[in-house]
């Protein structure tokens, strides 16, 4: 009987070891994460990205969320090529993405990895201004110039217009505040 009883003991103890070990490794597993609502009033006269300016660190989880009392469905894409011919505007070796339509208390993910500016914007309502950016890590200085130079370089890729262009907030002042 006290044998069984030692042997019942030492299992409970490993078993609660190996849970702790679990949960140490799945805690060590997990990425920062940030959230980014996409909105708009009920008859789409404005609509937004909450925050529209974000710093993260390398190898955050951005989560793009359709508040489920939203009466319209959103997107978000990287300025990429990939993205209907959109101009390069996240660092080179970045993944694009592309959401596809996300309704109403829906939600899309990507994880950042390569430090710089990362421009995106939703496909239906780029043309009002929705459109937004995330600083990843410490940026060079350069991407704005390079994202001048690459479109420049490419007269096939779409040109943005001035008023988008402005839409997007200040690179330097997101580095500052963390999130606009």
Known sequence: MRRRRLLIAGAVVAGVHAIDGWRCLLAADQSPMASIAMAGTANGDRTWFAPVGLWVAPSTIIRWFTPP???????????????????????????PWDSGY???????????????????????????????????????????????????????????????????????????????
């Open 69 to 95: 009392d939203q009466t319209q469905a959103h997107a978000t894409a990287a300025y990429h090529p990939s993205n209907l011919n959109h101009p390069l505007r996240i660092p080179a070796g970045a993944a």
């Open 102 to 180: 996300v309704a109403p208390g829906g939600a899309f993910q990507v994880q950042l990895s390569v430090e710089g500016v990362y421009d995106y914007y939703c496909r239906p309502h780029e043309e009002s201004g929705m459109v937004g950016r995330i600083v990843v890590g410490t940026p060079s200085g350069h991407e704005l110039e390079d994202f001048a130079a690459a479109a420049a370089a490419h007269p096939e890729w779409q040109t943005l217009p001035p008023e988008i262009l402005q839409a997007f907030p200040k690179v330097d002042e997101i580095v500052r505040r963390k999130v606009v």
